[in-house]
Structures are given as C-alpha cells and as structure tokens.
C-alpha cells in the first residue's frame, strides 16, 4: 500500500497597507466558493447522475453561480447555503492566543514539596476558522491581525 502526503502551496507577501491585504483576502475567499461551488455541481453530475467527466463539464460550461445553485437544488436537493462553511468559505488560519492547563512539578516550601499543581499558560497558537473574512465583522474581531498604522 503506497501513502500519498498532502501537499499545500503558501506564500508570504509583503502588503503595502490593510485595505489591500484584505481585498487579496477576500478575492481568494471569493475564488474558494467559486471553485467550491462549481466542484460540487460537477461531482454531483458525475456521481449521482452518471455524467462522465466530459459531459459535466460541457453541462456546467457557460453557467453562472445562480445557475449551478439551481442545479444543486432541483436535481440533487442540495441547498449549497446548507454545505458546511469549511468549504464554502474555506480555512483561515490566525495565531490566536489560547490558554493551556498543565499539571506541573513545581518549587514550594518544604512542606509541599513534590506536590504537583496546575499551572495555566497563556501560548498562541495557530487556529483554523471557516467564517467570513470579506464583511467588517471578522476583522472587528481580530483586530490584532491587522497593523494599527496602516
């Protein structure tokens, strides 16, 4: 049995200013539901309804976003606002800051000693979110993300 890793592309990009890193964001949000959208059309072409790849392709040619909704809907009942937000809107990942419960072994007066306690540390760390990024309200919450000056 061959395992095959996943693989992802990243890139790390200068900005000059806010605005302009949240329009590169919201583009690549908006490209996400684009291609989201038209593979879930596209599979369910194939898979549900027998269509061979060719004849999907040449079905979904030429549509447009209501269109494929429409296909969604009226041929396999799939409301695609229903569809999980991981893949509508993809993943952003943000250092969030988190706080870790862990018991330690720590120093104390010699009556305690060896006792263990447990001590809470405040790390960031990485963390996934699947939400809007292009409305204000995202960026109200994490204003952290973005640099004050710009």
């Not at 209501?66 to 041929?75: G, T, V």
């Not at 405040?122 to 699947?130: D, G, Q, Y």
Request: proline share 5%.
């Amino acid at each position: 049995m061959c395992l095959t890793l996943a693989s992802f592309d990243g890139r790390v990009v200068v900005y000059p200013n806010n605005q302009t890193l949240k329009d590169y964001l919201s583009w690549r949000q908006a490209d996400c539901h684009i291609n989201n959208l038209y593979n879930t059309v596209f599979w369910a072409l194939v898979q549900q309804s027998g269509l061979t790849p060719v004849q999907a392709q040449g079905r979904l040619q030429g549509t447009l976003a209501a269109d494929k909704n429409e296909i969604l809907f009226s041929e396999f009942n799939i409301n695609y606002n229903n569809e999980p937000l991981m893949y509508r809107k993809g993943t952003v990942l943000i250092w969030q800051k988190v706080d870790e419960v862990m018991t330690k072994e720590v120093k104390l007066p010699a009556e305690m000693e060896g006792k263990k306690m447990a001590v809470t540390r405040t790390r960031t760390k990485p963390v996934p979110l699947h939400c809007d990024i292009i409305g204000d309200a995202f960026w109200k919450e994490h204003p952290e993300i973005l640099d004050e000056d710009s």
